[in-house]
């Protein structure tokens, strides 16, 4: 059985940075693309950023440049490296793989990021 596990979510205050893991296990053949996306109440979901195989990363324009995405392919593992957080970046976080032409997003809890004073 599939499972994604996201960590690392806290309070923090603005400016402040947070890391946030993703591990994927299960019988899973191959991922291609992995990534995260966060949902804030009463905001449309928004895909943050995204990473191939290959190490190719695309970011939303709204935290480009604050944010770094990175993956371990040999143990199925999605990093978010959050710096220079804004107020703005309050969401829940969840992460998700790409498994050939399908896209497979956390049905978890995700990670809640606060940011706040």
């Known amino acids: 059985q599939v499972q994604l596990v996201e960590s690392g979510g806290g309070l923090v205050q603005p400016g402040g940075s947070l890391r946030l893991s993703c591990a994927v296990s299960?019988?899973?053949?191959?991922?291609?693309?992995m990534g995260w996306y966060r949902q804030a109440p009463g905001k449309q979901r928004e895909d943050v950023a995204q990473?191939?195989?290959?190490?190719?990363?695309n970011y939303a324009d709204s935290v480009k440049g604050r944010f770094t995405i990175s993956r371990d392919n040999a143990k199925n593992t999605v990093a978010l490296q959050m710096s220079s957080l804004k107020a703005d970046d309050t969401a829940v976080y969840y992460c998700?793989?790409?498994?050939?032409?399908?896209?497979?997003?956390?049905w978890g809890q995700g990670t809640q990021v606060t940011v706040s004073s």
């Open positions: 998700y793989f790409v498994n050939g032409p399908t896209r497979y997003d956390s």
């Open positions: 299960g019988a899973i053949f191959s991922i291609s693309a």
């Open positions: 990473i191939t195989r290959g190490g190719d990363t």
